[in-house]
């Protein structure tokens, strides 16, 4: 194949690789906690063409490598609901889950209370205390939940005082770079990495919660020129291949 169509090839392939990107970012637009991700690509530099025939001086070849893909965790827009198992949370920390797969990080917020009366996620994941699990009683009303994560209830019966029912475990990450996304809105940490206890400085927010983080017009945009960028290079490619096919047809034609 030649080099034009191998450095056109690497071109779409990386295009088709980011254009994945950005169109998930864009189905998760009304995600709860979900964080965007972006692309990254380097130049890949052959140290030669590799062929014996060329007769001048043999030059290096540019491709593009698909080298990784990052993740956005700045803070997404904060949304009331009034809702009082929403939580959102103000500060570089996330709450921590209990899933089939092990513990796993989210900043998703939209909290409930399961039919066991434990405190879970949308999808059914119970939300971790400093204890374990958070359990609420059959008669546990008025859900307070403190700016340091401390969960009361007014028990039925007693509208006096409060009752603890635990206090959300909050973690950091010294680098929150290297969490991997396992779903929309959760990451697991890799071998190696331990979370720490948050700060003192991160603060829950009660009746609301964390949308995501992507910004639709940079997306939008973006996606349109990833598409004409890939259109142009397939013209480009079926141009190179028109010639080629037109010359081999002349110098296949017989002399009358």
């Known amino acids: 194949m030649e080099n034009l169509a191998l450095i056109g090839l690497s071109r779409q392939i990386a295009l088709h690789r980011e254009l994945e990107v950005v169109a998930n970012n864009i189905a998760n637009l009304d995600t709860t906690g979900y964080k965007a991700d972006g692309s990254v690509f380097h130049e890949f530099l052959m140290p030669v063409a590799r062929h014996s025939h060329f007769q001048g001086r043999d030059q290096r070849l540019s491709f593009v490598h698909d080298r990784a893909t990052w993740h956005n965790f700045s803070a997404g827009t904060i949304k009331q609901t009034g809702n009082p198992l929403d939580v959102s949370i103000d500060g570089d920390a996330f709450m921590v889950v209990q899933t089939a797969r092990g513990e796993r990080y989210t900043r998703n917020g939209a ?140 110098l296949a034609e017989v002399p009358a």
Request: glycine residues 12%.
């Open 111 to 250: 909290l409930q209370i399961n039919a066991t009366g434990q405190l879970v996620t949308a999808g059914g994941d119970p939300v971790l205390g400093d204890g374990g699990p958070i359990q609420f009683q059959p008669t546990d009303g008025k859900v307070s939940i403190n700016p340091d994560g401390t969960i009361t209830v007014r028990e039925a019966g007693n509208a006096a005082s409060d009752s603890a029912r635990g206090k959300l475990r909050l973690v950091r990450f010294d680098r929150v770079a290297t969490l991997l996304k396992d779903g929309a809105s959760m990451f697991r940490a890799p071998d190696g990495t331990a979370p720490q206890p948050a700060e003192n400085s991160v603060r829950v927010v009660q009746g609301t919660i964390e949308g995501s983080n992507v910004k639709p017009v940079v997306e939008m945009a973006r996606m349109m020129e990833l598409t004409r960028t890939y259109t142009m290079i397939s013209n480009l490619l079926q141009q190179a291949g028109d010639h080629r096919r037109g010359a081999l047809e002349k």
